[in-house]
């Protein structure tokens, strides 16, 4: 089975899309193909949906197996073939996808979150949430992939990033990339415990740390 896909042309699929252990949310219009893909290859249900008219789910969403969130007042078009709860995170910073990295049990977030916003996170994902930035980079949601099984971050984390990653999430963390060396590795990478595609340039040695950072090995 194919492992390396595109989404909107474009291998940053981890921009476009985004999966929990149980849904994938896909832009409106993605191909059959694509998704018989995503369904195979994650064991999820795939839905289409489009937020406040923007294709670049993955970035404006972020969820586990207890909730979706949007962005405050977000329009969801799709959001009623969702059979996950949906609940919406208030704050300017609103690219949830690119800013939340989360699996069922802790979540990391942009250190500039309100108090508000990270426990509304904590609330409805139902996580121990903390603000952390990971190689520097703040948008933690695109600078790593994480599932119940093992987080995969930016080559660039600090032995201390490294500490607070393992033990908030009390999983092994690796390092790597996607799509021929991108560092923001979680924007070329859609992942759960079942499964996970990579960016269609993501090369035969990253797919390899892949596999063994998320425990598919």
Known sequence: MIRTINIQDSP???AFATCTEDIALVPLGTPEHTKDILEKLLKVEVRE????????????CRGNSNSLLFPMGASVKG?????????????RINALGNIVLANDTA???HPELSDTAVETIAKFLKVDARRGTIGGARTVGMAGVATNKGLLVNPRVSSSEL????????????????NYGTHMVGSGIIANTRGYVAGS???G?????????????
Not at 163 to 178: K, N, Q, R
Not at 205 to 217: K, N, P, W
Request: aromatic residues 4%; hydrophobic residues 45%.
């Open 49 to 60: 949906v489009l937020v406040n008219g923007s294709t670049i789910v993955g970035s404006l």
């Open 163 to 178: 500490e607070v990653l393992e033990e908030l999430f009390g999983l092994p963390v690796d390092i790597g990339t996607s």
């Open 12 to 14: 940053i699929i981890g």
């Open 79 to 91: 959001q009623e073939n969702i059979d996950v709860p949906v609940h919406e995170v208030p704050g």
């Open 205 to 217: 040695h990253e797919l390899g740390r892949i596999e063994d950072a998320l425990s598919f090995l």
């Open 201 to 203: 340039k993501t090369t």
């Open 107 to 109: 979540a990391l977030v």
